[in-house]
């Protein structure tokens, strides 16, 4: 008879591991880049504002990913983002558009649209945070991401964005 002993520490287990602490860290990492999305969204530059709120998402998945331990690639998340904004549709989509290009305008076009556009992206940065923040404290991770069922709850979330970023002082007062 042989003894044999097997290293449970090679066994990887897909079970999800949040803490309170990784929670509210990652609920913080969701609140401050939403903050910088509507300030991104003020930008005076027509397209420059849409690349910058982009980049605040793919910055703020990148600080989620560093809260839950995953390994972060931009290759993976920024077709994901897309994908994402791309399926809230011409409804949703063409009032963004309208807003950064009405910055054309001088004076009025600029104040009005930016605070539109803050207000927009705002509310779907907190969409994408929440959504990735719920995949990660789930045990997920950018590879295996449900774009199918992502885009579903996806925009569930931004109407629940567009509410509570509405009530946030901070995006308000843009």
């Given at each position: 008879?042989?003894?044999t002993?097997?290293?449970?520490t090679?066994i990887?287990?897909d079970?999800?591991?949040?803490?309170?602490?990784?929670f509210a860290?990652?609920?913080?990492?969701?609140?401050?880049?939403?903050a910088?999305s509507a300030?991104a969204?003020?930008?005076?530059?027509?397209?420059?504002?849409?690349?910058?709120?982009t980049?605040?998402?793919?910055k703020m998945?990148?600080?989620?990913?560093?809260v839950y331990g995953?390994p972060?690639?931009?290759?993976?998340?920024?077709?994901?983002?897309?994908s994402?904004?791309?399926?809230?549709?011409?409804?949703?989509?063409?009032?963004?558009?309208a807003?950064?290009?009405?910055?054309?305008v001088?004076?009025?076009?600029w104040?009005?649209s930016g605070?539109?556009?803050?207000a927009?992206?705002?509310g779907?940065?907190?969409?994408?945070?929440q959504?990735f923040l719920d995949?990660?404290?789930?045990?997920?991770?950018l590879?295996?991401?449900?774009?199918?069922?992502?885009?579903g709850?996806?925009?569930?979330k931004?109407?629940?964005?567009?509410?509570?970023t509405?009530?946030?002082?901070?995006?308000?007062?843009l």
């Amino acid at each position: 008879m042989t003894d044999t002993t097997i290293d449970v520490t090679a066994i990887e287990i897909d079970t999800p591991v949040d803490t309170a602490a990784q929670f509210a860290k990652a609920q913080e990492v969701v609140i401050h880049n939403v903050a910088w999305s509507a300030g991104a969204g003020m930008l005076p530059i027509p397209g420059l504002d849409l690349v910058a709120i982009t980049g605040v998402q793919l910055k703020m998945i990148n600080e989620l990913c560093s809260v839950y331990g995953i390994p972060f690639k931009k290759s993976l998340a920024r077709p994901i983002v897309i994908s994402l904004i791309g399926s809230l549709g011409a409804t949703m989509l063409a009032p963004v558009v309208a807003s950064t290009t009405f910055k054309l305008v001088p004076g009025i076009g600029w104040l009005l649209s930016g605070t539109a556009l803050a207000a927009t992206s705002a509310g779907i940065t907190y969409a994408v945070g929440q959504l990735f923040l719920d995949h990660f404290k789930s045990g997920g991770n950018l590879e295996n991401f449900n774009l199918i069922e992502g885009r579903g709850i996806f925009k569930r979330k931004v109407k629940e964005g567009m509410n509570e970023t509405a009530k946030d002082e901070t995006v308000a007062a843009l």
